[in-house]
């Protein structure tokens, strides 16, 4: 009997459009392995069920018959389904507490939990993510975010006329707009008072990189952190960027002169957190490093309400997303039709969005208003892995599971039991 797959509908919020297989693909592995799709109808996703259908899918409701059920976002955990196979991304490697009821229920329900954040080559990295298109999205969020906040002020800029992400047909067309912003830049300039314009930033993966991706599409020229402080005022045509590694955000405490990245990730308690050096030279903070609470943050609320009036900053692109977390004025997410808050600096708290105060684009899906690109993408980074996800034989102990290195990583629960990777979590169940 073949293995049946479901493909769930997303319903976490209306703009979640993604998929995690696109039809071309269900065509595909149909074809190849003795496997039966049944996909949910949506009216909202970005594939219409008519795709699926044609690719060789049945369309159906219930996706009671499958052994696999796979999707984007979380589960609800009132639709969750026992000795179950899930595929999904679970928010709950840090022990995230408002997903713990669920990560219980697949306890409780006997079922198997692969997370997508999970899957990881011999070297750690990950091989099937949405990071990418997060930086695209989240750099376009955050220039428009910009474009309003200047507005707000009476000046006036090429920024002005930077869309939402989402507003943008394609990726392609989103990229061409953003040159023609460039050349305009190029040509004309920004006000001198914005003078010397620069974005910084946080990390170096594939968030950052997809950020710097749009942002370099504009006049940019990039400098190192030690440069920032003697950048000259006036010329409007060029824009800086500075990317921050880890030795530019914290420093020993011993005072040693040498920076190892590896102490720090595993020992961050021995080192102070110094981003406060590089704020006041910066226009925007684009924020994508991972973070837990044991790192120090990189901007906190009470550096803020102390050295607001000597801050250039306009606007922070808080990728990352983490409530109260890197960026510590992140209160709250924001969602693509109304994509920033603005954080009154000294007083704390949100205001109007025309108060004076520093507007913060916290998106927390920004990777679903490429919806289309994005799931290609995703798409094809996981079809290495499906031939033996569908044949495996989920019946054996965790050992003796044929699945390979890659998501045997990414297995969290296991037939009702956490893995022993992953038993860390227990902690955060009690």
């Known amino acids: 009997m073949p293995t049946r797959i479901g493909i769930r509908r997303e319903n976490k919020n209306k703009w979640e459009r993604r998929v995690p297989i696109i039809p071309a693909h269900v065509r595909r592995l149909v074809s190849q392995y003795d496997i039966q799709f049944i996909v949910q109808p949506s009216e909202n996703r970005i594939f219409e069920s008519s795709q699926y259908r044609q690719a060789g899918a049945e369309i159906s409701e219930d996706l009671s018959p499958c ?13 969750l389904q026992a000795d179950k196979v899930y595929l999904y991304f679970s928010h709950t490697l840090k022990g995230q507490a408002y997903n713990m009821p669920m990560l219980q229920r697949l306890l409780d329900l006997k079922c198997t939990l692969i997370d997508y954040e999970g899957v990881k080559d011999a070297d750690g990295r990950r091989l099937v993510f949405f990071g990418r298109f997060a930086g695209l999205a989240g750099m376009i969020d955050t220039l428009y975010t910009l474009g309003r906040r200047l507005q707000a002020f009476s000046i006036e800029t090429p920024f002005n006329a930077v869309r939402q992400a989402y507003a943008y047909s394609s990726l392609d067309e989103a990229k ?55 950048l000259p005022k006036g010329d409007g045509r060029v824009l800086y960027k500075v990317v921050f590694y880890e030795q530019d955000i914290v ?42 609470e044991r790192y120090p943050r990189l901007v906190t609320k009470k550096f803020l309400r102390e050295h607001f009036d000597s801050l250039r900053l306009r606007v922070i692109g808080d990728i990352s997303c983490d409530i109260n977390g890197s960026i510590e004025m992140t209160e709250k997410v924001t969602e693509p039709d109304a994509p920033f808050f603005v954080y009154d600096a000294k007083a704390g708290g949100i205001v109007d ?63 009702g039991e956490l893995t022993c990777k992953y038993e860390y979590l227990q902690n955060y169940l009690k």
């Open 67 to 79: 052994d696999i059920i796979m999707g984007v976002k979380e589960v609800p955990v009132d639709l």
């Open 176 to 230: 061409a707009h953003i040159r023609e912003i460039g050349d305009d830049i190029r040509k004309n300039g920004l006000p001198q008072e914005l003078t010397p314009f620069v974005v910084g930033f946080t990390g170096y993966g594939n968030v950052s990189q997809g950020a710097q991706e749009i942002f370099d599409l504009l006049p940019v020229r990039e400098i190192r952190p030690q440069e920032l402080a003697s």
């Open 251 to 292: 420093e020993p405490k011993s005072g040693a002169a040498s920076f190892e990245a590896t102490e720090y990730f595993q020992s961050p308690e021995r080192f102070r957190p110094v981003f406060d050096r590089w704020l006041p030279h910066l226009t925007v903070l684009l924020n994508g490093i991972y973070w837990e």
């Open 353 to 415: 969005d025309s108060a004076p105060g520093i507007a913060v684009m916290a998106i927390d899906n920004l990777p679903a208003e490429f919806a289309a690109e994005a799931s290609a993408s995703f798409s094809e980074a996981l079809m290495p892995f499906m031939g033996a996800i569908a044949g495996a034989d989920y019946s054996l102990s965790f050992e003796q599971c044929t699945l390979p290195p890659e998501i045997k990583n990414a297995v969290i629960v296991y037939n």
